[in-house]
């Protein structure tokens, strides 16, 4: 039996369970006719990959890495935005009283984003909670100095 | 390893390739680029925070996708549907920082869907399959039927238009096919 155009397209993308790469190697062995098949998916994908370099921008990691540093020590304005949105998004789905037990004295910002993302997910779900950290890390200014966050 | 170096690591191996998705998803490359460094900001905080996350390549990916989905909607509030959002005709940046075969970009006059687009995309910077399904909030099964269809349609259209010149360029390397 030949295999179909489908799951010649998933072997060529090795994404085939063992057991089916086991088969479809042994049955192209043998056949001529759809060794050329799988030939042909591999050639068209090359030529789906022609002229893919890399565009990674030095400058723009020296800008991440930048940012991770101020964060770290902390002097990115980001950290009292995120905390300030977060408390927000806290209040809003489980009340007032929850933020002083989940943002407690001592808890960093992006701790508190992990934590409130994961009684997110279980209140909300997971398509939900993504939502809400989309939203509170939409347009923070890692850039701005913490001593601005609040003016 | 420190956090920081694993985010460098990514960044060395992922960020080409995320420009490239961003660039193709994206209205303009300003946004494109802010879609890639927000991601890696957004990976730092929530890993520097203690989130574990599984497959780091994949979630990059779906943040920057939901971050230009996020600035397109802003952009066209009386857009009815998220599909149609999706700008996947080619990369947009055109300052040698993306470049991509010209097969991809004549995707859309093929008559591929624009689901079928971003798995093919996804596809082509190396995402496995289990990665493109968390992209795009689909089941690893979707993305092989999607790819499949995608390849035939693919196929078809290149023998289809092979005497038009529709893509003079790509048609010059499909030569080496027949012969």
Redesign the interface.
């Known amino acids: 039996m030949h295999p179909s155009s489908g799951l010649l397209v998933s072997f060529c993308d090795a994404e085939t369970a063992a057991w089916q790469t086991r088969r479809i190697a042994r049955h192209l062995a043998k056949c001529g006719r759809c060794r050329e098949r799988a030939e042909r998916i591999r050639r068209e994908k090359e030529d789906l990959l022609a002229g893919k370099r890399s565009g990674a921008n030095p400058a723009g990691l020296a800008g991440i890495l930048s940012a991770a540093a101020a964060w770290r020590e902390g002097r990115s304005a980001a950290a009292t935005q995120l905390r300030r949105r977060l408390d927000e998004e806290i209040d809003t789905y489980c009340g007032a009283a929850a933020v002083g037990v989940i943002d407690e004295p001592g808890t960093r910002a992006d701790q508190l984003l992990v934590k409130s993302c994961e009684l997110f997910e279980v209140f909300l779900g997971p398509a939900a909670a993504e939502a809400v950290r989309d939203e509170v890390l939409q347009d923070l200014d890692w850039a701005l100095p913490a001593e601005e966050a609040d003016a | 390893m420190g956090?920081?170096q694993e985010?460098?690591d990514l960044?060395?191996h992922e960020?080409?390739g995320m420009?490239?998705y961003a660039a193709a998803l994206a209205p303009d490359g300003d946004i494109a680029?802010d879609a890639?460094?927000?991601a890696?900001?957004?990976l730092?905080?929530?890993r520097?925070?203690?989130?574990s996350i599984a497959s780091p390549k994949a979630w990059l990916f779906r943040?920057v996708r939901?971050?230009i989905l996020?600035q397109r909607k802003a952009g066209a509030r009386n857009t009815s549907s998220l599909e149609s959002l999706l700008n996947v005709a080619g990369p947009a940046?055109t300052d040698g920082?993306?470049?991509?075969?010209?097969?991809?970009t004549v995707l859309p006059r093929i008559g591929l869907s624009p689901r079928e687009i971003e798995c093919?995309r996804l596809?082509?910077e190396d995402l496995?399959?289990e990665e493109i399904a968390s992209v795009l909030?689909l089941q690893a099964g979707t993305v092989?039927?999607l790819?499949?269809?995608a390849?035939?349609k693919?196929?078809n259209a290149?023998s289809q238009k092979k005497k038009s010149g529709m893509f003079a360029g790509?048609l010059a390397?499909?030569k080496r096919?027949a012969s």
Do not use: M, W
């Open positions: 956090l920081e985010i460098a960044y060395i960020a080409g420009l490239r680029r890639v460094q927000e890696f900001f957004r730092f905080v929530c520097s925070g203690g989130q943040v939901n971050y996020d940046l920082g993306v470049h991509t075969s010209e097969l991809l093919v596809r082509t496995r399959y909030g092989g039927a790819l499949a269809r390849h035939e693919i196929r290149v790509t390397r499909e096919y």
